[in-house]
């Protein structure tokens, strides 16, 4: 069992910039993170694995940065030039060995984003 508690996130006027982490239990292999705006479905953002492989939706693509600290067991996404449609509750999702998906998932940390 791994739990996952994110922390970072807040209300913020778009262009600016946030942190979240999200810190694990325990190590994982791969770690990611999700967003749900009300109404809409949820959205992958980027993931990372243990070997520094990172992936990113296209709608953060240069914005986003995705970052882990093996030895502290937590994701980063440090998000820039936030816009409106950034607002969302963004979850942090793990997979504790290689041949696993995401089967954990933390409760989320909300992100407003206004003009």
């Known amino acids: 069992e791994v739990q996952l508690v994110e922390s970072g996130g807040g209300s913020v006027q778009a262009g600016g910039s946030l942190r979240l982490s999200c810190t694990a239990s325990r190590y994982c292999y791969r770690m990611a993170w999700f967003r749900q705006a009300p109404g809409k479905e949820r959205e992958f953002v980027s993931a990372?694995?243990?070997?520094?492989?990172?992936i990113y939706g296209d709608s953060v693509k240069g914005r986003f940065t995705i970052s882990k600290d093996n030895a502290k067991n937590t994701l980063y996404l440090q998000m820039n030039s936030l816009i409106i449609e950034d607002t969302a509750m963004y979850y942090c999702?793990?997979?504790?060995?290689?041949?696993?998906?995401?089967?954990?998932w933390g409760k989320g940390t909300q992100v407003t984003v206004s003009s």
């Open positions: 990372i694995t243990s070997g520094r492989r990172t």
């Open positions: 999702a793990a997979g504790v060995d290689p041949e696993d998906g995401y089967n954990y």
